[in-house]
């Protein structure tokens, strides 16, 4: 598939030119903008059993990464401070070592059935803190990781994106059979397993090694 080049003089150089080209700010949206959680972001992360976490490394290059647990399984700490407990994954830690780099990061908040999302913005370090790690322990296994967010901004985000993808809505999902299983496709792209051991290693990580 061919692209076609950009017009240059139709590109968006600088704020100035965004801000112009898209108006100005809802003075509601400026507002709603909080520097700690209130009871209702406290409430709402109670129900939330996912979240996106948006990092990037030293050089700017960003990495979003989903987190899912049952819901509540993120712990406010205060009113300023989230606890995220590490779960099993690939080790890859792309995400924990952009905090190292760069302790900036973004969180979206989803519970289901809610078309409204929280967002939160902040400070993140990792801490291996016991006191904060052994509550989180689930099927007897604690997390060896966690990450501490420092927040600096919060707020609700508003319902369209949800409404348009109908992302809640049973009669949108689609059915598995339409796409490859993940097994299928790690082994067409590494080359390195073939298809039935990738979807049998699969299903025994997703049955014996969620935690």
Partial sequence: MTTRPEDPA?????????????????????????DRLDGFCRDFIALSPFLVLATSDGEGRADASPRGDAPGFVTVLDE????????????????FANVLAAPGVGLIFMVPGIAE??????QARLTRDAAL?????VQERTPTLGLLVDVEEAFF???????????????????????PTLGRIMSE???????????????????????
């Fill in 157 to 179: 985000h508003c319902g369209k994106a949800l409404i348009r993808s109908k992302l809640w809505d049973p009669s949108a999902q689609v059915e598995r059979s339409r796409f």
């Fill in 117 to 122: 999302t929280l967002r939160v913005n902040g």
């Fill in 10 to 34: 139709k590109a968006i150089a600088d704020p100035a030119d965004l801000r112009a080209h898209m108006g100005a700010v809802n003075p509601l949206a400026e507002r709603k903008v909080l």
């Fill in 80 to 95: 300023r401070t989230l606890f995220i407990p590490d779960r099993r994954g690939n080790n890859r830690v792309d995400s």
């Fill in 189 to 211: 792209q590494t080359k390195a397993v073939g298809v039935a051991e990738a979807e049998a290693n699969l299903e025994e990580a997703y049955r014996t090694r969620l935690y």
């Fill in 133 to 137: 790690l052994e509550p989180a322990t």
